[in-house]
């Protein structure tokens, strides 16, 4: 059975930091482009940072980018996102991806490009 389970999120004032967890089995998860995607309630669901499965490359939203570091350890099937200096405009639900089966990463990362999804985890930053 595939599973992506997120954990970590939770409520900070402006300025704090989060670390973002996501562990996923059933699949061959070390081959896959990994993403972080966030959905603000009445917004479309963005992407936020993207990884290559052998983790040299990352990308990462304008909105985001010297904030939010995207990094993976394959051992233990788990993406992370750390998120630092948080401001309000990134409460959201976050959730991580892996796609169909593509070791690289499209940017901007497409919502069609992920197969699987975790159930997400809230994220809420107090001004």
């Known amino acids: 059975q595939v599973q992506l389970v997120e954990s970590g999120g939770g409520s900070v004032q402006a300025g704090g930091s989060l670390r973002l967890s996501c562990i996923g089995s059933g699949f061959t998860y070390s081959s896959r482009c990994l993403a972080w995607f966030r959905q603000a309630p009445g917004k479309e669901r963005e992407g936020v940072a993207t990884i290559t499965a052998s983790g040299a490359s990352t990308r990462y939203a304008d909105s985001v980018r010297a904030r939010f570091t995207i990094s993976r350890d394959n051992a233990k099937n788990t993406v992370y996102l750390q998120m630092n200096s948080l401001k309000p405009e990134d409460t959201a639900m976050y959730y991580c991806?892996?796609?169909?089966?593509?070791?690289?990463?499209?940017?901007?990362?497409?919502?069609?490009?992920?197969?699987?999804w975790g159930q997400g985890t809230q994220v809420t930053v107090s001004s």
């Open positions: 991806a892996a796609a169909w089966s593509n070791p690289y990463c499209s940017y901007p990362p497409k919502v069609a490009d992920f197969g699987y």
